[in-house]
């Protein structure tokens, strides 16, 4: 059993279908059953159970669990050896929620890239519950988001602060207010009031998701029942219907401040108002790693200069 048998393996295991996995590794089908095979004739047993579909035999499962440890070990040796060899060199992986990504990475990578050229950057995309198990099992070096749920079962760095904003179509100041518009756009800019809004249509994410629970808070708070004209778990979709005066939503400010996600700033401003929303509903930026996992001269760099970067934005 070698390194090479156990990674194959483990590509098996998460594709669950040996055609997908053999594109993946680049070998053929053929090559890749044989790889298998013989590992199941060393162990002495079956890894997986072909009938009445392609499963994890019990054998299987075990040797996941021990794989996905040695492959953990093996990799956090080589953090280290790569660090007090003073090589620069190396793997650094970051998992990220796909908007995130958009809005942060464009800001945080490209510096990261110029000091550390030798350092290559893998991004994990996905929910924040996917990315936190992939932290846990040590499959991502670093998660960028929410203060995670479990913080016990994590060590994280605040990189900076996020307001949410209630994004108004401009059409509806107008029909709100009247003449008056303009004076309201400036008594809301340091904080708006919320209820001026109730009867409005609203465009929020979908329940599960932290920003639409925040709203939900937000909304109880003042009694409101919000008028919901759609769910959406696509927050640039929700923005972009903003945009287009369908509804209210509520949008994050990193997002708001992110020429990768707007269409343009002008246009954003041409098209809706953006005023923020009570204070205590600001979250908390993290980079988040795993206290038991070797933490990379790398990733510690990366944390440094997030926060420099992001906490320098602070007014």
Do not use: C, W
């Not at 709100?176 to 309201?184: C, I, K, N, S, V």
């Not at 979250?283 to 992001?310: G, M, W």
């Amino acid at each position: 059993m070698n390194f090479q048998n156990l990674q194959y393996f483990l590509i098996v295991t998460e594709e669950m279908n040996v055609t997908r996995a053999a594109k993946r590794l680049h070998i053929s089908e053929q090559a890749l059953s044989r790889q298998i095979g013989k590992l199941e004739k060393e162990l002495g047993a079956k890894l997986f159970e072909r009938y009445p579909r392609f499963t994890l035999s019990a054998a299987g499962k075990r040797l996941k669990a021990a794989a996905e440890q040695i492959g953990t070990i093996e990799r956090q040796l080589h953090l280290e050896l790569d660090d007090l060899s003073h090589n620069n060199t190396g793997e650094l992986r970051i998992g990220v929620s796909y908007t995130r990504g958009q809005a942060l990475l464009p800001r945080l990578l490209p510096p990261f890239h110029q000091r550390h050229p030798g350092i290559t950057v893998t991004i994990l995309e996905g929910s924040s519950s996917e990315l936190q198990e992939n932290l846990s099992k040590g499959r991502i070096d670093l998660f960028i988001g929410y203060v995670p749920r479990d913080l016990d079962a994590f060590e994280a760095a605040e990189i900076g602060r996020e307001r949410l904003f209630l994004v108004v179509p401009k059409p509806f100041m107008g029909e709100l207010f009247g003449a008056r518009a303009d004076e309201m756009r400036r008594a809301f800019a340091d904080g708006v009031d919320i209820t001026a809004f109730r009867d409005l249509p609203f465009i929020l994410l979908d329940r599960e998701d932290r920003v639409r629970r925040m709203a939900d808070r937000l909304f109880s708070r003042y009694d409101i029942t919000p008028r919901i004209l759609l769910e959406t778990r696509n927050i640039q979709t929700a923005f972009a219907l903003a945009m287009e005066g369908m509804g209210l939503t509520i949008y994050p400010e990193l997002f708001l401040s992110s020429q990768s996600l707007l269409p343009s700033a002008q246009a954003a401003r041409d098209a809706v108002d953006a005023f923020p929303l009570d204070s205590d509903l600001a979250q908390t930026i993290v980079v988040a790693y795993h206290p038991e996992k070797y933490l990379s001269n790398a990733a510690r760099d990366f944390i440094q200069e997030a926060q420099s970067i992001l906490q320098g934005d602070r007014p």
